[in-house]
């Protein structure tokens, strides 16, 4: 049995007076019950029992800096087709918010650690998981037709998606978090990052403080480069004009159009600190070689006829998303013993618990949890999939039931590696209804987001599910935390989705160059057409960028004490989708962090994260204001008409 330390309580500078708690990172021992019964006696006992938890003020906290915190996914994933988790960040400012309002004693008692654990997981779901699909699967919709789906059957569709998804994490957990105790290493992070908040409150205050004055001077920057140019008195000194003047004199109008150029946008430098070197520099790679030694090749050689990004990035996806698909499908399948564990475990799951632990089974999300939640959104899934696509019902059962089974895998898969594979999930299902409903391009990526969004969620809550395993809270009412996020989530991610793409030409623009729906379009197109309808050109770089995604997954195999010398996959083959200039930014931030910490190792784990993390709220929350002053009367009009 693990012996669990719990000093004597120590009042931190927020007046909290919770006990010192080390968490179980070792894990326990034993059998599958007597593992439960040691968490439960040692970990559960006089914390999860008697402190509060899934309180109102938890619950709203968590909604709105969840809601808040969407839009930087958003503007971010539309920018760059990455998604941020927001489970540390909304730590962080939740425990600085209620500390403040503590001390002006608008409020008169502060969290517990487990009210704010609650409060992550409402803030996660409303952040993260409820919108990863709009930038992916609903742009990739709009890429294909021309149009968005309505506002109403979009909220529909992403609410029951959350739903199937959070819902379907019920039997894995017990499963994969009490007994076999996988890592889940964010979890674990929100968990330290918790507990050192409410044990080292002055820490938790410089921490909170360096992410505020980031988020602020990266929003005072974005006004300059993007508000200032919506001013016609001002347009001229915004670092935006100043900017292009800049590279007209140093590169050119040729290689301007191919989008080499300097650009200023903080919030991709910030990203890159945080993603780390060896995947910005294989942005970087990957961006020289597209846009400054393929798009002029077929440039020169005629076959690229206009000029801008989106005339490139029509030709140079196809060597960058097969390159991206093919290392990811076999990555995936060379995890057999992931996916195999994965089945062995399922039977578990559904078998009821042993005699004896009564206590575990009260305080978990019941089974029947489970089977409304799948009941429910199956039936509106596929009622929604018939109306709207044509989609047989029985396609949309096996799409539900694809969906469990990856979602299983990806959710084993992210607590061993702390990566969530949704882009090889979505393809599995992508080929599937590529033999099931051929030709059919929508169902073929609406049935794909079923699985993509089922993984992102169940796989998003079992993370926080984590944090509150270490912290000793009740899993039951941190799933219903985390459930409660999903309606603020949903509503405000789809209604800003539309004010953001109120133009269907938006997508794969400068603006929004939106890699992950160039990527899902780019595979329904493949499958729909098949290769022998394609220009030569296209269907060489699909066999090459396939070859290269291949020999860059055995690359590090084969050489394994070379292997952090090779270059990143999914980092290679993003930049082949998104121009020039971004790349470099990826790289600069990348090139910071590595400065940084190897200059002072301390400071960096303190303030690198909320640092970078502040200037992607802090820009990303201007940018998609700006685009909401910009465009408020003519949106408000589109929306009262829906």
Known sequence: MLPVKQDSARPTSAGQGEPEFKLPLEGFTGTPEEIERQ???????GRGDTMKQLTFRALLMGSLLGGILSLTNLYIGLKAGWSIGVAITACILSYAIWNALLQIRLVRTPMTILENNCMQSAASSAGYSTGGTLVSAFAAFILINGHSLPLPLTLAWVFFLA????TMAIPMKRQLINVEQLRFPSGVAAAETLRALHSHGAKGMRAARALGIAGLIAAV?????????????FAAYSTD???????????????????????????FIASGMIIG???????LIGSILCWMVYVPYLQHAGIITGTGFRAGVQWSLWFGVPCMVTSSLLSFGMQWRSALRAFRGLGKMFSPSPAGLGEVEAI?????????????SLIALAGLAHATFGMPYWQCVVAVLLSFALALVACRITGETDTTPIGPMGKVTQLTFGVLSPGNMNVNLMSANITSAAAASSADLLTDLKSGYLLGANPRKQFLAQFSGIFIGTIVSVLAFSVLV????????????APAAQTWSAVAQALSKGLDAMEPMKVRSIIAGSVLGVVMVFLPILFPKKARYFPSVSGFGLAWIFQWYYGVLFFLGALIAWYWQKKSARSSEEFLMPVASGVMAGGALMGVALIFIQNGPEMLHKFLHH
Not at 39 to 45: A, F, M, S, T, V
Not at 221 to 233: I, R, S, T, V
Request: with cysteine; aromatic share 12%.
């Open 277 to 283: 070197m060896r995947v910005c520099a294989s942005m």
């Open 221 to 233: 920057d974005n006004f300059l480069h993007d508000g200032l140019a919506m001013m016609p008195k």
């Open 364 to 376: 978990e999300a019941p089974m029947s949890w489970f089977a409304a939640g799948q009941i429910i």
């Open 39 to 45: 968490w439960y006696e040692q970990i559960y006992r």
């Open 502 to 513: 109120s133009d269907p030409k938006i997508i794969g623009s400068d603006q929004f160059p």
């Open 163 to 166: 739903v199937l998804g959070v």
């Open 241 to 267: 004009t100043l900017t292009t003047k800049l590279n007209q004199l140093i590169f050119g109008p040729a290689w301007m159009g191919r989008t080499v150029m300097l650009s200023w946008e903080p919030i």
